[in-house]
């Protein structure tokens, strides 16, 4: 299979654990060895401000920090959006990448425009990723810019199914609970 680094990964209908259900994922990276991303539908209602506030210079005023993913929910992941790339860790979708980890201080990196925080990220072991598509628990995308950065997190899975269109366009119309429909 083709790197999926860049590409949204959207929950499926019968992917009910529930820390991915109706979740939307950016894969950031994906290879032989496995893969990692970071949900981005999923804010806390802790702000970065309370939470790291070294990093609370990186985003607008008191923005959230969002639940990355289920491995290591202690750790720190930011998502910029850089004007020179070479400053990023890696990129992963065109001037968009992961900050450093070194990164202690907005003045340690500034060409960057926007940033999101994520407490925690999603990891697949090698081949695990691959075989859950198989079982068309995700749905693949590919992801814009505007769905990193999203203001309304808790539309933007209905939003990526509608864009992607035909059925998944009627799926994006499913309530969150079917059975209270």
Do not use: C
């Amino acid at each position: 299979m083709e790197s999926l680094r860049g590409q949204l990964l959207v929950a499926g209908p019968d992917l009910l654990d529930p820390n991915f259900r109706r979740s939307v994922l950016l894969v950031g990276e994906h290879g032989e060895e496995g893969a990692m991303g970071v949900i981005l539908n999923r804010p806390s209602p802790v702000s970065v401000h309370e939470a790291v506030p070294p990093l609370a210079e990186l985003v607008d005023g008191e923005e959230l920090v969002h639940v990355g993913g289920p491995v290591q929910p202690q750790a720190i992941v930011v998502l910029g959006d850089f004007r020179e790339p070479d400053e990023a860790a890696a990129l992963v979708l065109g001037s968009i990448g992961f900050l450093p980890a070194e990164i202690e201080s907005a003045d340690d990196v500034r060409s960057l425009s926007r940033a999101r925080v994520f407490a925690g990220y999603a990891g697949w072991a090698p081949g695990q990723l691959e075989s859950e598509i198989e079982e068309e628990s995700w749905i693949i995308e590919p992801a814009l810019p505007a769905d990193v950065f999203t203001e309304e997190p808790e539309y933007l899975w209905s939003t990526v199914l509608r864009r992607k269109g035909g059925p998944f366009a009627v799926l994006a119309l499913m309530p969150p609970d079917p059975t209270r429909n």
